[in-house]
């Protein structure tokens, strides 16, 4: 069976980075392709012909058309859904949804009927359901073999605080510098590490290098606007090991992939209540939202408490079955045999 998977940026991260973390698995049963409206690294990590960009609305139709799919799945990207009607709608339609953002205002907007809705969580199939879509299944985002490999962790002579993410105001990086700035505070002998912001305007990284350059505590913190997506998992067990966490302060999650790979790796987290993350953390690493002095505490307990330590890594073993490639492919399959219009499924 033909399955396309169309998204708009081939990024290293986020909805590609899933792409690619479900191919090895999903291709062993299934005849895959990903379409990208444009390609910023992604295309090159699939292997030959596997992905392509499709950059123009006359290049999406041509090359649904060409593809001739039993199952398009378009994520949150409605240049596709239109390119698939005028290419007579070959194949079911799957609309993927991981976006929690304003960017949710297209589904209001849908001139098609999807097949079938396909979400990353409960909390979003719950605020789906809630703008009146239907049928919803969850297929968790998942987490590929490099996460389970073994590494030995550097002796770093200090304990890494870290945040991850892009310096956007959803992910809250003004606050973010400002949580690792309380930390360093009050405990000199840690290092705040953030990790991302390689695609971030101009004035976002003149706003944090000024923030880390002016403020005392942040003296001996570390920023690393981009790191190789194969090195994540290394990052987390050398945090883990040397006594530090990963600190969060997003206004919202559909699933959290960095606090999930966080979890995988052993490294403890501290986060806001909000979104998906109630699904994958423990009571004990939650944060009611924008309390930054709660979010203080439970790191700084963190960083000296070992039972504290082992209370937030207490759901770990959970999420790595969650994430696991095999436990996505399952309920992939599951949702393809309800919605495929081709016989090859059944």
């Known amino acids: 069976m033909k399955v396309v998977f169309c998204y708009r940026y081939g990024v290293i991260g986020g909805v590609s980075t899933q792409l690619l973390n479900r191919y090895t698995h999903f291709s062993a049963e299934f005849d895959i392709a990903v379409l990208y409206e444009s390609d910023h690294g992604m295309v090159g990590h699939f292997p030959p012909g596997v992905a392509r960009v499709a950059a123009s609305d006359e290049a999406r139709e041509t090359a649904i058309r060409e593809a001739e799919p039993d199952v398009l799945v378009v994520i949150d990207s409605p240049s596709f859904l239109s390119a698939w009607q005028r290419a007579d709608s070959p194949g079911s339609l799957i609309l993927e949804v991981h976006t929690t953002t304003t960017n949710l205002s297209y589904l209001g907007e849908l001139a098609i009927q999807p097949d079938h809705i396909v979400t990353v969580s409960e909390y979003m199939r719950g605020k789906l359901g809630a703008l009146g879509l239907s049928p919803i299944s969850v297929v968790p985002n998942c987490l590929d073999e490099r996460w389970y490999a073994e590494t030995v962790p550097p002796a770093l002579g200090s304990a890494p605080v870290a945040w991850i993410g892009k310096l956007d105001g959803h992910k809250r990086w003004r606050a973010a510098a400002d949580l690792l700035d309380r930390i360093a505070g009050a405990s000199p002998g840690v290092t705040p590490l953030l990790v991302g912001g390689y695609t971030a305007p101009a004035g976002e990284v003149s706003a944090l290098t000024t923030k880390l350059a002016t403020s005392p505590a942040l003296?001996?913190?570390?920023?690393?606007?981009?790191?190789?997506?194969?090195?994540?998992?290394?990052?987390?067990?050398?945090?883990?090991?040397?006594?530090?966490?990963?600190?969060?302060?997003?206004?919202?999650?559909?699933?959290?992939?960095?606090?999930?790979?966080?979890?995988?790796?052993?490294?403890?987290?501290?986060?806001?209540?909000?979104?998906?993350?109630?699904?994958?953390?423990?009571?004990?690493?939650?944060?009611?939202?924008?309390?930054?002095?709660?979010?203080?505490?439970?790191?700084?307990?963190?960083?000296?408490?070992?039972?504290?330590?082992?209370?937030?890594?207490?759901?770990?073993?959970?999420?790595?079955?969650?994430?696991?490639?095999?436990?996505?492919?399952?309920?992939?399959?599951?949702?393809?045999?309800?919605?495929?219009?081709?016989?090859?499924?059944?």
Request: glycine share 6%; proline share 7%.
């Open 219 to 346: 003296g001996t913190a570390r920023w690393l606007p981009r790191l190789d997506y194969d090195r994540m998992p290394a990052l987390y067990s050398a945090i883990a090991a040397n006594g530090g966490l990963t600190v969060s302060t997003t206004t919202d999650e559909s699933f959290g992939m960095s606090v999930a790979e966080a979890l995988v790796r052993g490294c403890p987290v501290v986060a806001p209540a909000v979104g998906a993350l109630p699904e994958i953390l423990p009571d004990e690493a939650l944060y009611p939202p924008g309390d930054w002095a709660a979010a203080a505490d439970r790191a700084l307990r963190a960083l000296s408490d070992p039972g504290f330590r082992a209370a937030l890594l207490s759901t770990a073993q959970l999420v790595r079955e969650r994430t696991h490639t095999e436990y996505a492919l399952a309920a992939f399959r599951n949702v393809l045999q309800r919605t495929a219009k081709s016989s090859k499924v059944a």
